[in-house]
């Protein structure tokens, strides 16, 4: 029979050993080799067997504790270990400098807030699904490893993400595991004995309640609301059952946790341990949206009483919003009627879920062009005043693609940045390769520019040879599982050749990463896999969501091809691809494989995993490796963007990449000198590792994070909420005089001199533009007025304007609009337009953009961008 709920006795250990629990409870071991290896030495067996302390140390005998406990080395080595991880937890680090070496005038952040709906730390805390939680994960170590102030937020979910299998005839087959929180390395959050808990008021009368466990990861708590408390009936208590497991409605309720929960277990947690309150929130994708709106509710429902726009520029201050998403399907997005039924209003219009707050107020902030639709990636963007795309080319896909949120601006000017995503290279990198090179990037990488061919070659074979016996262990077990016998299995012990060509491509098995484009000739695919002489093996893995059956039917045809008794031995389909398993194939793989349709990859950290292991990337050029592929550390896949017809555009790149494996991958590598080294693909490694290394770190990106985000944003909070927040209420008035006079500004004209004279001459043009400009209201000093000059284009349109602000004359035209005027000296030749606009202008505005509010001249199309004028001619150019 089976048991109907589950819990975990622990036995307490001797005092000698009492360090080990401390050990496992903070997931530093995850990337920390001493303490892995000191629970190896615990007992080798099960340390192999589970790759979890805290499991190991549930099961091994007394017998063996007490001969540990007597053990004076191992407890000196014990003491040892300790110690250090309190060293790391306490001593500075590198945003203690940061901090120390701001000006004055400047402020650090106090707590940042990173809120995820997913965190991969390990495989021993499964509540990840795939990138979105393993960057978040990553971005947790690597703020720890820097020392950052750092509160990680999230859900606990009580069955996690699913584990999968495969049937007889390869399609997917989903279990979800039970995830018991006392046997993970998770404390629940009390006062004073007594468990935390937050509520979040549901419509109905109904409460949801959510206790709070904390996850140590090094320095860096993450808190993890957990719904399944005996307070909350049957359907609330399945709130956290499952990551991204249920229908819509299931999915805001978790949302709503984790926004508005998790503000308020943020709360709990600073002032159990009279912690300093974060002064920066980060929103990792759209789903932590509502955690803007119960920050305002707090400030209007404070001893403050701020009103809403005094509360909401507050918030929008130090708001962060990353998008993760380059296409329009990937976005969060409610019925409108949805998210009003949870809103909850009262007789009054107010929200009971956000009391003070007017609900229609709320639902504005995710308005999108479908007014049945609740966007919450446009609310993410309403209250973060500042957001980011993770890829260079990312954010540039984001600008275009949430251009309406900013009407009137070119999606150059649309103020979404880019933080490229990066990896924990501690967690990622094999041990052979932190052995020859230790440090952080830039010392490993010197390192790396240090070793031998012959060293680098041995790595890769020895890291090669481990992932072919994962690949027969894992291919013999998922038979077993599909219930095939060992009798029939026998084969899977001899499957792929340590020393052949090893192809790696892992990753969800959604449509755009064409997991199936490889097969698109089978035949040629197979006569690449089967070439005698030059062999190739690839090894498959990646899951397909549950509601995915188009995922699925991919997986299952290239399970299909796996089972061809020609192809079998050098092509697999490895499944439940997790942490555990990535590791192997990151470190193993030859070459990482990676072919979606560009720009649909927002980053795709894989390949960054298999670099910082020597692996050399053969990528369309998406994502990361649009930004960071040089000819020396991989291959660049030429992509067919212009074909519309998706299917010839498919035959297209199948063949580039056809043509890339045949005639330079697979000849370099089976290039070899004398002593069997392929030299120039040695070469091609150590400059992957050396170079490309440092560049893909996730410390690298948590530095930008910090310098370019979070930096910025506690210097705006510390600025808006100063003397009493005088500087929000300011902004508040000043986006009502906006509300009201805005529609009156014009620019009615603009008058150019100089440049006649100067368009025969050889000294450079010399143009002053004079715009006259209507306020109302307004005051010159309370607008931004720009010129705009550059080449135009066939249809007016001008090209990369250069922008100069232009200064009020303090004087007026005869019908009373004001002055501004800029003298501009165009440096580029050939046919020139100008233009000029009329922007807001105010202390707390980060970008001339936020506002998405902007005016051109009468009479242009002002929604379709600058106009332009007669040409320029520059003198001296052709």
């Not at 036995?11 to 000698?16: H, S, Y």
């Not at 932590?288 to 809403?308: K, T």
């Not at 899951?543 to 290239?558: E, F, N, S, T, Y």
């Not at 030749?829 to 707390?844: E, K, M």
């Amino acid at each position: 029979m089976k048991a109907f709920r589950r819990f975990t006795v622990r036995v307490p250990l001797p005092t000698e050993l009492s360090h080990l629990v401390t050990l496992a409870r903070n997931l530093r071991w995850v990337w920390h080799a001493p303490t892995q290896d000191l629970f190896a030495s615990v007992d080798p067996a099960l340390w192999e067997q589970t790759g979890d302390p805290l499991q190991m140390l549930a099961d091994i005998s007394p017998e063996r504790i007490a001969e540990l406990a007597a053990d004076a080395a191992f407890t000196d080595r014990l003491a040892a270990v300790h110690e250090d991880l309190v060293h790391y937890i306490s001593e500075p680090r590198w945003f203690g400098d940061y901090a120390d070496a701001l000006p004055a005038e400047d402020v650090a952040p106090q707590a940042i807030a990173y809120f995820s709906m997913e965190f991969g730390i390990s495989e021993v805390l499964p509540i990840y699904s795939g990138g979105l939680g393993i960057l978040a994960g990553d971005h947790l170590k690597a703020a720890s490893d820097l020392g950052l102030p750092l509160i990680g937020v999230g859900l606990f979910y009580r069955s996690g993400y699913f584990h999968q299998s495969l049937s007889r005839d390869g399609w997917q087959v989903e279990r979800y595991p039970v995830n018991d929180p006392t046997s993970l390395p998770l404390t629940l959050l009390t006062d004073d004995g007594a468990p935390v808990v937050v509520t979040v008021s549901m419509p109905g009368g109904r409460t949801l309640t959510a206790q709070v466990w904390v996850a140590t990861v090094g320095r860096i708590p993450l808190l993890l609301l957990d719904a399944d408390v005996p307070s909350n009936d049957e359907e609330l208590r399945n709130v956290t059952d499952r990551l991204y497991g249920g229908d819509q409605d299931h999915r805001i309720k978790q949302e709503i946790l984790l926004g508005v929960g998790g503000v308020r277990a943020v709360r709990e947690y600073v002032r159990i341990g009279d912690r300093p309150e974060p002064t920066v929130f980060h929103m990792n994708e759209g789903h932590a949206g509502f955690l803007g709106v119960e920050r305002i509710r707090e400030l209007v429902s404070s001893d403050q009483g701020l009103d809403f726009d005094s509360a909401e520029a507050v918030v929008r201050a130090s708001n962060i919003f990353t998008t993760h998403t380059p296409v329009p399907a990937g976005i969060d997005r409610f019925p409108s009627d949805m998210v009003r039924h949870y809103l909850d209003a009262d007789e009054n219009g107010t929200s009971r879920l956000l009391p003070g707050l007017s609900a229609e107020t709320v639902l504005d902030l995710g308005d999108e062009a479908d007014p049945g639709v609740f966007n919450m990636a446009h609310m993410g963007f309403r209250l973060g005043q500042r957001s980011n795309g993770v890829s260079q080319l990312h954010g540039e896909v984001s600008r275009k693609m949430f251009s309406a949120l900013w009407p009137g601006f070119d999606a150059d000017e649309v103020p979404i940045g880019a933080v490229t995503n990066g990896v924990h290279g501690p967690t990622w990198t094999a041990r052979l390769w932190q052995d020859l090179m230790p440090g952080d990037g830039s010392a490993a990488a010197r390192a790396a520019a240090d070793l031998s061919t012959d060293q680098i070659w041995q790595v890769r074979a020895s890291l090669r040879a481990g992932l072919v016996e994962e690949v027969r262990s894992r291919s013999h077990a998922s038979g077993r599982d599909r219930g095939f016998t060992d009798a029939e299995l026998g084969w899977t012990a001899d499957i792929f050749d340590p020393a052949a060509l090893t192809i790696g491509f892992a990753r969800r098995a959604a449509t755009y990463k064409r997991l199936t484009l490889m097969l698109r000739d089978p035949e040629r695919m197979r006569r690449i896999l089967t070439d005698p002489e030059r062999p190739v093996q690839l090894v498959i893995a990646g899951k397909a969501h549950p509601a995915d059956d188009g995922g699925k039917a991919l997986i299952q045809q290239v399970v299909r091809f796996t089972e061809d008794p020609e192809m079998r031995d050098r092509i697999v389909f490895l499944p439940d691809y997790d942490i555990s398993m990535a590791r192997h194939i990151y470190a193993g793989c030859d070459v990482w494989l990676n072919n979606p349709v560009r720009p649909m990859e927002a980053c795709g950290t894989s390949g960054m995993k298999s670099a910082l292991n020597g692996g050399l990337n053969l990528s369309i050029l998406d994502g990361w490796w649009d930004e960071m592929a040089d000819g020396e550390n991989g291959w660049a896949i030429p992509s067919a963007e212009g074909v519309t017809d998706e299917h010839r555009r498919d035959d297209l790149e199948a063949e580039a990449l056809y043509s890339l494996l045949e005639e330079s991958v697979i000849p370099l590598f089976y290039n070899r000198n004398p002593a069997g080294i392929p030299e120039r693909w040695v070469e091609m490694v150590r400059h992957t590792v050396s170079r490309l290394g440092p560049k893909v770190q996730a410390a690298r990106m948590v530095r930008d994070y910090t310098t370019a985000l979070y930096g910025p944003a506690a210097r705006q909070y510390a600025s808006i909420v100063a003397d009493d927040h005088a500087a929000a209420h300011d902004l508040a008035a000043y986006r009502h005089l906006l509300d009201r006079a805005w529609g009156s500004v014009q620019i009615v004209g603009i008058d150019e001199t100089g440049a006649a004279e100067s368009r025969s001459a050889d000294s450079p043009v010399s143009l002053t533009l004079t715009a006259h400009v209507e306020l109302g209201e307004l005051r010159p000093d309370q607008v931004s007025v720009q010129a705009l000059v550059g080449r135009i284009a066939d249809d007016g349109e001008i090209i990369d304007p250069d922008v100069a602000p232009m200064a009020p004359l303090g004087t007026a035209d005869p019908s009373g609009r004001t002055l501004f005027a800029a003298t501009i000296v165009p440096d580029r030749s050939g046919r020139h337009g100008y233009t000029a606009r009329v922007l807001p202008r105010h202390a707390q505005l980060s970008d001339d953009a936020e506002l998405g509010l902007v005016r051109y001249p009468v009479g242009t199309a002002a929604d379709a961008g600058p106009g332009s004028t007669e040409a320029v001619l520059v003198p001296g150019m052709p």
